[in-house]
């Protein structure tokens, strides 16, 4: 039995699982391109009508439709989708006519400064108060809490949002505006890294660093309760199951406060299950920032596929849908490669 846990054995299990990892990430990743490829082949708005117009002549069309490789059979376009997928090729966005990459790359900034801050803020009061949750079992505390995390849940965002800007910026007057910054700093700040904060910061403006916090505000608290909701609520409940373990019960026996056995014994072993609590969270947010970013006029992804989708820019539509998909394949299965490394109970 002591052999199993040998260093050599110890390795060949965490390189064993890393190349399981690898394999897995791999596969999601093609499948995900697979079904992005069949989702804009077969989206019943025509490309090249985008591109030449509607009033084009049957020549014209017949030529761009060559051009852009949609007379081929679909095996084929696929492959060159992935040729042009490896050169870091997404099409060109009809709406700006600039590439979608550069697109992206222009707008994706902001989108993982807002989820990131968010995250921050809501894992760890999440956290918190589902340890304090499970130490108060059936109390009021644990009540109120599971009362608000619960509203959290219900209470569509996008309403929400709409009532914070009426509130605490239209009313009160105590947050900034939409936006990510005020007019009198939008263009005299130079936008190096695309993050507002660093941005601003390395401007040397005070001013305009402190506006860039107060933008983020509204929208950061937004999505942070959100996330905090679900992380409380799950977070309560894999605690109160750990404690229901005959380790706790003996823990007990020997004199261990609750608060104790919270800290030292039961958070440890939930580490997998708030690994992977946390993450969705993070993947939620990159996903579900359309309606917030939309309300608060944030200038990240999810405005632009909107924008887009309103377009009927399919190609957009498509390379925005694909680098999210790309992010939550990434992040979750990270995440389950390391609480496979991390915790030896999973295998």
């Known amino acids: ?66 051009q852009l490789g949609l007379d081929q059979p679909l095996p084929v376009q696929f492959w060159h989708y992935l040729i042009q997928l490896g050169h870091g090729d997404l099409g060109t966005a009809s709406a700006t006519g600039q590439p979608v990459l550069q697109d992206l790359l222009t ?80 263009y005299s700040v130079e936008a190096k890294t695309g993050f507002v904060l660093i941005d601003t910061l390395l401007s040397g403006d005070s ?50 406060n609750e608060t104790t056995i919270l800290i030292r014994h039961v958070l440890p072993n939930i580490r997998g299950t708030l690994f992977t609590v946390i993450a969705l969270a993070y993947t939620g947010m990159l996903e579900g920032a359309v309606l917030t970013e939309t309300v608060f006029s944030w200038p990240g992804i999810g405005r632009y596929l909107t924008t887009a989708l309103f377009a009927g820019d399919t190609t957009a539509v498509m390379g925005g849908t694909l680098v999210i998909g790309v992010c939550f394949v990434l992040i979750n299965n990270l995440t389950d490669l390391l609480v496979r490394l991390t915790d030896p109970r999973v295998h």
């Open 1 to 66: 039995m002591a052999a199993d846990f040998t260093p050599e054995n110890n390795f060949r299990r965490h390189l064993q699982t890393l190349l399981q990892g690898l394999l897995t990430l791999a596969l999601t990743l093609f499948g995900l391109l697979l079904i992005t490829f069949l989702l804009s082949a077969l989206s019943p708005v025509d490309r090249v009508l985008q591109i030449v117009g509607d009033h084009a002549s049957v020549s014209t069309y017949n030529q761009v439709r060559h």
């Open 207 to 256: 001013g305009a660093f402190l506006n860039a916090i107060n933008h983020l505000t509204l929208p950061v608290l937004l999505l942070a309760y959100f996330s905090m909701a679900s992380i409380t609520r799950l977070t309560r409940s894999a605690c109160l199951g750990e404690m229901k373990k005959e380790y706790v019960t003996l823990a007990r026996a020997k004199g261990a």
């Open 107 to 186: 707008v994706f900034p902001a989108t993982l400064e807002l989820a990131t801050l968010a995250l921050i803020i809501g894992a760890t009061l999440g956290v918190l108060l589902g340890v304090l949750c499970a130490r108060y079992a059936g109390t009021a505390w644990d009540l109120t809490i599971r009362t608000l995390t619960l509203l959290g849940n219900s209470v569509p965002i996008f309403w929400l949002g709409l009532l914070m800007l009426l509130l605490f910026y239209a009313r009160l007057q105590w947050s900034a505006g939409p936006g990510r910054l005020d007019d009198i700093y939008q």
